[in-house]
């Protein structure tokens, strides 16, 4: 946990990231469950549910709990024919990373801006409204797989929208490093089993 913000500042991502979406969720769950045809529950992860970054741990936690709980969530409520996605994009050109609507700690640490995490800030920044996703584009797709149209007709929901083409190397590598820890130290982390 970076120690540059504030309980308060800890409490509030995620209560407006994680709490809020359950709370959405949980409020709407009586209807979607008396409903019948098609029913989905959508909630945004994003490339922070794969990775962690320095700098942005909170926000990354956050994203993490979001496709973690709808994966959950996804496999408790299909007995009821609901599905549940997390949708993931990469970078889109949105005015998320621009000066005037990302939030920062209230508190900066000068210790911190030699290290990765004054290097992920600055990198941020610098991404503003150079992203490479299309909102419209991407927009689009979301669209056709919730609805199962377009693009997606005959497809089902899927559990995750990988969405964006920095987010597909960005799983991949992921995948790989996960691999290889496992491989790694298998032997190790596996001799954990009762012998009867």
């Known amino acids: 946990m970076t120690d540059y913000c504030s309980p308060k500042e800890d409490y509030d991502i995620f209560n407006t990231n994680v709490f809020g979406m359950l709370n959405v969720i949980k409020a709407f769950l009586p209807y979607l469950r008396a409903s019948p045809g098609h029913r989905t529950i959508s909630n945004f992860g994003s490339l922070a549910s794969w990775t962690g970054r320095a700098g942005c741990v909170l926000y990354y936690g956050t994203k993490w709990a979001c496709s973690g709980l709808s994966e959950a969530l996804r496999d408790e409520l299909a007995p009821f024919g609901i599905s549940v ?52 584009k991407g927009s689009k797709v979301i669209v056709d797989i919730l609805t199962k ?33 496992l491989k790694e130290w298998e032997a190790v982390t596996t001799a954990t089993d009762h012998v009867d």
Request: glycine share 10%; hydrophobic share 35%; aromatic share 4%.
């Open 149 to 181: 149209s377009g693009a997606a007709e005959g497809k089902e929901v899927p559990i995750r929208i990988a969405l964006g083409s920095d987010l597909v190397p960005a799983i991949r590598d992921k995948l790989q490093a996960t691999e290889n820890l």
């Open 85 to 136: 996605t997390a949708i993931e994009p990469g970078y889109f050109r949105t005015g998320f990373l621009n000066s005037s609507t990302s939030i920062h700690s209230e508190k900066k640490m000068d210790e911190y801006e030699n290290t990765k995490a004054g290097e992920v800030r600055r990198m941020l920044e610098s991404r503003a409204g150079k992203q490479i996703g299309d909102v419209q």
